[in-house]
């Protein structure tokens, strides 16, 4: 069963602009992580935010975390083409023996 | 270079025919997992190890085998494949299974199973 759900699932927006994707969980997480997907690609590790952390960058990415409401924000600035990607939030529960479980993902795509 | 390696990458093959997708990590990871994905199911966990020797079953285990006999090895085998483990199968491995859990993943394996 699936721990993450993002939202949306398909982003379309202009060069330039940001781009936000949520995703909610439904059990008490060790940490949270966000991973890109290009097409058909493996994913790749962009953020960890852990559970007593409220807000993480690197880059052009912000990632908030808010337990009470259980649910976290990847804000990505100034979007380029590159980043044309499918997002996944990723969480390890105590409740699910530590195990990492990924949401279904973002679809998204900048537009040129 | 810090890397998981799978193969094969694309496979085509049928109904019943055992097959084996490798595995291989050269990060000294001690834990290690599979993953099939599918259109709009998302990423699924099949099975993982936490060290060698260690194995469980993930969400999606049925009609899968693995093994760990060594630390930098992960076979996902299937000894009987049917049609509906057609997926894009994709291996990680991390330093430790959670609170570091950073996953790195190969590039996937594509099968159909015909």
């Known amino acids: 069963s699936q721990q993450g759900e993002e939202d949306p699932q398909a982003l379309s927006i202009q060069e330039g602009e940001n781009a936000t994707m949520n995703c909610s969980y439904k059990?008490?997480?060790?940490?949270l992580q966000w991973y890109r997907q290009n097409s058909g690609r493996g994913l790749v590790h962009l953020i960890l935010i852990r559970s007593n952390e409220r807000e993480k960058h690197s880059g052009r990415l912000r990632v908030t975390l808010d337990t009470s409401k259980k649910s976290s924000s990847l804000l990505i600035t100034a979007s380029r083409a590159a980043d044309t990607a499918s997002y996944f939030c990723a969480t390890d529960s105590r409740d699910r023996d530590d195990k990492i479980i990924f949401g279904k993902g973002t679809r998204l795509h900048i537009l040129p | 270079e810090a890397q998981v390696t799978q193969n094969p990458r694309y496979l085509i093959t049928v109904t019943g025919k055992k097959l084996t997708v490798t595995c291989s990590q050269n990060m000294n990871h001690e834990y290690m997992s599979w993953y099939r994905q599918d259109p709009g199911l998302g990423l699924r966990q099949i099975y993982y190890s936490m060290n060698v020797e260690v194995t469980d079953k993930g969400d999606v285990p049925e009609g899968y085998k693995v093994s760990r006999k060594e630390k930098r090895n992960f076979p996902l085998i299937l000894e009987s494949p049917s049609p509906n483990q057609t997926s894009l199968y994709f291996c990680?491995?991390?330093?430790?299974?959670?609170?570091?859990?950073?996953?790195?993943f190969g590039e996937g394996s594509r099968l159909t199973v015909l």
């Open positions: 990680a491995s991390s330093r430790s299974g959670s609170t570091t859990g950073e996953l790195f």
């Open positions: 059990t008490s997480i060790n940490n």
